[in-house]
């Protein structure tokens, strides 16, 4: 019997402290108008207080999700981790979540594809159980952006945020979950969006932390036509891989980078905003956790049998797009 790796769950937490455009108007020369025009964003979550790490964050969703599904934690059996702001370079963050959930049985990894991870992970976790070898996965998506985040940088501090969340993967029978994956990745695109310090490549120095090397660097125009252009592409080659037409699609789940980049994907894939899930207001570009914190917010209009079409452009480059059959009505 053929299985497939249905989404069961989805549980999220985001941080209390709401950064507003207004705080930004205070930290650097932009306005409210201009943020919003340009990027559809309102105000991002910030994880604040000493010794806080995006473990914080996955932990407390993972929590929520195991709370929601009537989950063990030790019945976990694999977690992974999409982060790009591990708490620290190893261990890895998906151990310290596992750990803190009392996931004593499962092994846990994390994986790096700036804000395509969550994609690419969510990948990985459904080749486990399609392949029959797992019956309980957790894929987490989770980043504290405003650790790397430059507040004098005015063009890359009002895109990020803090966030994270979680599905569950359990094998269906009947033709749920990851039906099909196009996944991409361009390293020739690592000159335009990158950390340059901290790294093996150039370690922590006085100087690199004087030369601000730590936070993100981004060239967000030329990251912004790479963008517009490859989310659009790979979301229309899964519609059409699978002969899913515009009104077969219920929704699109976007990473949530730029409202013009979802606008762009919506429109080259033929469906209306009423099919678009869109938290970006409230939340920016949390990286790895957008489109996990996406279902969240949207669990409750999402049907048994709904077709969702993910889509996701990041660092590397990395893009992607996922086609799932939505597995429950809550
Ligand atoms: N407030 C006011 N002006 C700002 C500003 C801000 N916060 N940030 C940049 N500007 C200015 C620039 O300095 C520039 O001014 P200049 O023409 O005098 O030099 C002008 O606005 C246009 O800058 P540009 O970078 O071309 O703007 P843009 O329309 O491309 O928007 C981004 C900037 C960052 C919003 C946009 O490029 C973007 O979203 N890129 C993709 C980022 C992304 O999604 N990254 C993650 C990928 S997963």
Known sequence: ?????????????????R???????????????????????EERRILKGDNQGTSVMGIK???????????????????????VTPDMLFPATANIISGGVGASRAFSYD???????????????AQFVQAGTYKKV?????????????YTDRSNCILFGDGAAAVLLEPSTDGYGVIDQVLRADGTGEQFLHQKAGGSRRPPTAETVA??????????????KFAVTKMADVAAEVMERNH???????????????????DATAH????????????????????NATIPLCLADYESQLRRGDNLVFAAFGGGFTWGALYVKWAYTS
């Open 268 to 287: 080259r894939m033929g469906v209306g905003p009423d099919k678009v899930m869109l938290n970006i207001q409230r939340y920016g570009n949390t990286t």
């Open 61 to 83: 969703a993972v929590q929520q999700l195991l709370e929601k599904t009537g989950t063990r934690a030790e019945d976990i059996e694999l977690l992974i981790c999409a982060t």
């Open 1 to 17: 019997m053929k299985l497939t790796a249905a989404i069961t769950g989805v549980g999220a937490y985001v941080p209390d402290y």
């Open 138 to 150: 957790v894929v987490v998506g989770a980043d504290k952006m405003s650790a790397i985040v430059d």
């Open 211 to 224: 030369g601000r090397e730590h936070y993100i660097y981004q060239e967000g125009a030329s990251v912004f």
């Open 111 to 125: 994986m790096n594809a700036a804000c395509s991870g969550f994609l690419y992970a969510l990948a990985t976790g």
């Open 244 to 262: 899913l037409s515009r009104e077969d699609v219920a929704w699109l789940v976007p990473h949530q980078a730029n409202k013009r980049i979802i």
């Open 19 to 41: 950064l507003t455009n207004k705080e930004l108007e205070t930290l650097v020369d932009t306005t409210s108008e201009w943020i919003v025009s340009r990027t559809g964003i």
